[in-house]
């Protein structure tokens, strides 16, 4: 038997919606859209990921379009 350990951070805004960002184990961190409604989670659209070397220069363009 073998287990995975993953790591997973959710960003939950009060209007009812939330972003899951978590690490695909292959160097990626990918990023979901869900909405909820009547305590039910529904992922929207399609996820996408950004490569572990890239978050830096990711992080600082959305800064620089704050």
Do not use: A
């Not at 160097?27 to 890239?54: D, R």
Request: charged share 30%; proline share 2%; net charge negative.
């Amino acid at each position: 038997m073998s287990y995975q350990i993953t790591k997973e951070t959710r960003i939950h805004h009060e209007d009812g919606w939330f972003y899951k960002l978590s690490d695909d184990g292959d160097g990626c961190i990918e990023i979901e859209y869900y909405e909820v409604f009547e305590n039910t989670e529904t992922k929207e659209g399609s996820s996408f990921s950004i490569p572990k070397n890239c978050i830096e220069t990711f992080t600082r363009v959305l800064r620089q379009m704050e």
